[in-house]
């Protein structure tokens, strides 16, 4: 018997999987679904040559199990990582894992042409998606069973008023000698607390090759790639490093609402993923342990795909509702110069309270634990700042 599409919707693994978007989350739902015995057809189209852009991804071990089809993405592991602020620095325990942006694009590239059931669409500009049609610019239409949209989020999902930013620009170098580290440096607030909390992010790739990014939590959402490249430079004079080469730049400009955004919803045979589906740490702003989290969930679905991802999005949504009070604290109750005292705060929690915080599965128990006891100094009630 020929059974129409609104047949299919209901299956749990749909037989033609399309997938808009090269980017995290989408590269490592392929990957999880060609891991599966028997995988449905996966396309994966990207406007660019390359999957991934020019990122950096880290996580922790202890936030996100190791699946195998993660571990051929993994560039570089350390045993742990330090903290410095003002009067206080902590040696984290734990692994930490490094996925580059190469690495990333080698082994999805790798694994999509290597798999018979999954192709992909390079330098493909998508015009738009409606229902399971993909419509491309040059008037091609993709048809599939499920399409995921993870194109990020639209202009207008941020309210301009009711958000910072973290904004970033990263230089990999490499050295005339060694940094002399073993473990990465995720954050060294011991430098001017300028534009907001500041701190140098340092992740030693070799000896002698180091990424180095100088980052801000912000009120607004300029960035002088130049100035911060001098200033990353000047924090390397510091340290007594001389850049040999510079092998690589980055640079990003992620919102952290203290709002719930507009997210998108798609519809019955579309499934609006990554930060413009609300899936990302309001925080942090990063979103690789949803990413692999929500890989995961949809590859054991038990029932409809869009059913899957709404149940993962109300958990996601009820972690939102704990983390967004804390971002008004942080960018409304604290002048930019004392931002970084409520982050050295955080960081004399319990190593498992830490862990959960990044991975976006804390308990009321753990949000209570974060805000009690004496509020560091500085905090006050601030007007929100013209940007």
């Not at 396309?43 to 199990?65: A, M, R, S």
């Not at 924090?235 to 709002?259: D, H, I, N």
């Amino acid at each position: 018997m020929t059974r129409n599409y609104d047949d299919r919707i209901g299956e749990a693994v749909p037989s033609k999987v399309i997938l808009v978007g090269g980017g995290l989350h989408n590269g490592l739902l392929a990957l999880a679904l060609l891991a599966k015995p028997d995988p449905p057809t996966v396309v994966v189209i990207e406007k660019e040559d390359k999957f991934g852009g020019n990122h950096t991804w880290c996580f922790h071990e202890g936030d996100t199990p190791l699946e195998q089809w993660v571990r051929p993405l993994v560039s570089h592991t350390w045993d742990g990582y330090d903290v410095h602020f003002p009067g206080f620095s902590r040696q984290m325990g734990g692994a930490y894992h490094h996925i580059s942006a190469n690495r990333f694009h080698e082994v999805l590239a790798g694994a999509i042409d290597a798999h018979a059931k999954a192709s992909r669409m390079m330098n493909t500009e998508v015009v738009c998606v409606k229902d399971n049609q993909v419509h491309l610019s040059d008037d091609r239409v993709i048809n599939g069973d499920i399409v995921i949209d993870a194109r990020g989020p639209s202009q207008h999902s941020i309210r301009p008023r009711e958000t910072g930013y973290q904004k970033f620009v990263g230089m990999e170098v490499e050295l005339t000698t060694s940094c002399g580290l073993n473990r990465p440096c995720l954050m060294d607030a011991r430098v001017p607390q300028t534009d907001g909390f500041r701190f140098l992010y340092v992740l030693p790739l070799s000896p002698t090759r180091v990424l180095i990014e100088d980052t801000y939590f912000s009120d607004g959402p300029c960035l002088d790639e130049e100035a911060l490249q001098q200033e990353i430079t000047a924090y390397a004079s510091r340290q007594g490093w001389v850049f040999k080469s510079v092998t690589r730049t980055e640079c990003g400009v992620l919102p952290l609402p203290w709002s719930k955004p507009a997210v998108a919803k798609g519809h019955d045979s579309c499934i609006v993923s990554g930060y413009g589906g609300g899936m990302f740490h309001p925080i942090t702003g990063y979103s690789i342990q949803v990413a692999m989290r929500f890989a995961v969930h949809m590859t054991q679905a038990k029932s409809a795909w869009v059913a899957e991802k709404a149940h993962f999005s109300r958990e996601i949504t009820r972690q939102h509702s704990y983390l967004y009070p804390l971002n008004k604290v942080l960018f409304r109750h604290y002048e930019q110069s004392e931002r970084w005292r409520l982050m050295a705060r955080f960081y004399r929690c319990p190593q498992p309270v830490i862990e959960r915080f990044y991975d976006l599965q804390l308990s009321i128990w753990d949000v209570m634990r974060i805000l009690a006891g004496k509020i560091p100094t500085g905090m006050q009630m601030y007007p929100r700042k013209a940007v």
